[in-house]
């Protein structure tokens, strides 16, 4: 990671053929477009990708996460269970469409603990949202029975994930949908963009329409402006370019993996040499994404020894208990119910009743884990010698 570290000319190809025709735009512009219509074709293609029915390609993986729990019917009254270790984004779309997070505790694979999401579900539960953080498979085959049992759909937030799979089967495709960000730090990238899988047609449609003012983009002689609508929409339209940059990532994604791969392996190979070092558990090894190299210590105070030295040999590692964006003690704003809304939506009622209270202590067994994790990002293009010395320093934390 990130995909824009092997961005070239395979981008500027794509690019210059949007340029050519001058239009930016996905929908309309038949005449001037010559037939090219390249967000489309992302969405094709990258629903082929992954072995599913539809893609929607949207503005972020925010939007999204929006689109797609909107078009699920998700809304006020409800609440959607995710984990407390995650980006701040997959709650705030959450919280945008109306509904009240809740969050559940992670487990070794640093996702979604299926044994507290059981406890976790109530009669209000409308949705569950595993993250594939890090490049990594959540359980979302337990997860998915789990959620099948109660008749709860499932989302899979897959925005740190693209091209993970289980067992040959493409992270994304286990729930009723899967979401995608290709923003500036993710394994590809379109700038800014987001993407939605599914095999449900209907869903598809939904999204479709809602992500475009809600045109039902029928066939007629009046253009868009004599399209019909089925309920109202909004605008989270992907443009041209997007769409390009994307085609070209794409077919790059595999590679960017296997190198990856690569350079995870030798960080684990040191990794192994620490006494009280585990790496990450993964669901599947062959279907990690390998975009970061996690392993956990002792405790906490074996982690921080660990990290002081690494640091000191230039080498330090990303502790997410000292990351503010990721893991739920941190979000302070989520548990102060920070808002610019004068109501204090949506975290109070209009009239200012506060509808959800967050409390720092209730996920322990997180805090514990993410406490004592090390995680490294792993470049797609990794210098040798900055490799050579990142293994070196690795193996100095032995006698810690
Ligand atoms: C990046 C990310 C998002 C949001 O994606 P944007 O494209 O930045 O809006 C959502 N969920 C997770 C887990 C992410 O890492």
């Known amino acids: 990671m990130p995909g824009f570290e092997i961005f ?12 050519d025709t001058g239009v930016l735009f996905r929908y309309e512009f038949p005449e001037q477009r010559k037939g090219v219509y390249k967000v489309k074709e992302f969405e094709e293609k990258f629903a082929n990708f992954c072995g599913t029915g539809f893609g929607q390609a949207v503005t972020s993986g925010t939007a999204a996460l929006k689109v797609a729990l909107t078009a699920m019917g998700v809304g006020p009254g ?68 789990i959620a099948t049992e109660k008749n709860i759909p499932v989302l899979e937030d897959t925005a740190q994930a693209a091209g ?35 095999d449900d047609e209907e869903l598809w449609r939904t999204m479709s329409e809602y992500q475009d003012h ?36 794409l077919a790059k994604l595999k590679s960017m993996i296997v190198a990856q791969k690569i350079t995870k392996n030798r960080l684990l190979e040191a990794i192994s040499e620490i006494p009280g070092s585990a790496p990450r558990e993964l669901v599947d090894p062959e279907g990690d994404t390998a975009t970061f190299c996690c392993f956990s210590l002792r405790d906490q105070e074996h982690c921080s020894r660990v990290n002081e030295m690494l640091r000191a040999e230039g080498c330090g590692a ?14 302070e704003h989520l548990l102060a119910g920070s808002t610019p809304v004068k109501s204090g939506w949506p975290f109070a009622e209009p009239g200012g ?34 490799l050579d010395d990142m293994c070196a320093a690795l193996r100095k934390a032995k006698t810690l």
Not at 225 to 239: A, D
Request: hydrophobic share 40%; proline share 4%; charged share 25%.
């Open 8 to 19: 070239g000319e395979e981008e500027k190809k794509e690019i210059l053929e949007v340029l």
């Open 78 to 145: 409800d609440e959607v269970i995710t984990q407390g270790f995650t980006f701040v984004a997959t709650w705030e779309a959450i919280l945008e469409v109306g509904a009240i997070p809740v969050f559940t505790e992670v487990d070794a694979t640093m996702n979604m603990d299926p044994e507290d999401l059981k406890k976790k579900i109530t009669d209000k539960t409308a949705c569950i949202i595993p993250v594939h953080m890090l490049g990594a498979q959540a359980k979302v085959e337990e997860i998915v029975a």
């Open 164 to 198: 993970g799979h289980i067992r040959g089967k493409y992270l994304g495709t286990f729930g009723r949908c899967g979401t995608f960000s290709f923003d500036s730090v993710k394994t590809m990238t379109t700038g800014e963009g987001g993407m939605i899988i599914t």
């Open 214 to 249: 809600g045109h039902d983009h029928k066939v007629n002689p009046g253009a868009r402006g004599g399209e019909g609508r089925r309920f109202i929409g909004s605008n989270y339209r992907m443009m041209e370019l997007q769409g390009a940059i994307g085609i070209a990532q």
């Open 318 to 331: 990303i502790n997410f208990a000292e990351n503010s964006w990721h893991f739920y003690p941190a979000w």
């Open 353 to 386: 009743k506060r509808r959800v209270v967050y409390d720092k202590e209730v996920l322990p067994q997180s805090a514990d884990i993410i406490g004592r994790t090390l995680v490294y990002p792993v470049p797609i293009k990794m210098d040798s010698q900055r």
